[in-house]
């Protein structure tokens, strides 16, 4: 064999990673690659947490609103279906004039209906003719207009939690009386 060829088996050889006359690099991370790899985590754990806190925010107000807007519906609805049976615009009468409270009016089966709110500051409760309708009322209102025989009916939902409220839920919607 030639040296030329000698030579060229010894650099091909040199070249292996397995060459034990090959000098070594140390195995695993440097300090500066740990601290960055640390940093980095911690950057997207502190988005995550963020995204995960705001998920849960919106679950936990969601939660606390849903039963208030069921009972509000039925009570909205149920108001609403009745003063749409009136049998006058005339007869619907507020008991404090043109809003409050109250709200009276005579079906056409000629039966008094009342709907009043009744309770304390913190809460109060919607009644039809002495039956509960609700109990989560914070505050409403009957408007009757006499001119277009439009009734408003606005009231505000609320969940209470050791006398705090924890969730609002604003209800309005307004009536066209038939006028005969």
Do not use: H
Request: glycine content about 8%.
């Amino acid at each position: 064999m030639s040296a030329e060829t000698e030579n060229m088996k010894n650099r091909a050889a040199s070249a292996s990673p397995l060459d034990p006359r090959r000098p070594r690099r140390a195995a695993g991370f440097t300090m500066v690659e740990m601290i960055l790899s640390i940093m980095l985590l911690g950057m997207i754990a502190a988005l995550g947490s963020n995204l995960l806190s705001a998920g849960f925010q919106a679950y936990f107000a969601l939660r606390d609103l849903s039963p208030l807007s069921s009972a509000g519906q039925y009570a909205m609805e149920r108001m609403v279906r009745e003063l749409r049976a009136a049998s006058s615009c005339a007869g619907v009468t507020p008991a404090n004039g043109t809003a409050g409270g109250n709200l009276s009016f005579t079906d056409a089966n000629a039966t008094v209906i009342t709907f009043n709110q009744s309770g304390g500051n913190d809460t109060a409760a919607l009644w039809r003719n002495g039956v509960l309708l609700s109990d989560d009322v914070e505050a409403g209102t009957f408007n009757v207009s006499r001119s277009s025989c439009l009734v408003t009916i606005s009231f505000t939902m609320q969940k209470l939690q050791d006398g705090t409220p924890t969730a609002r839920l604003p209800l309005r919607t307004a009536v066209y009386v038939r006028n005969e």
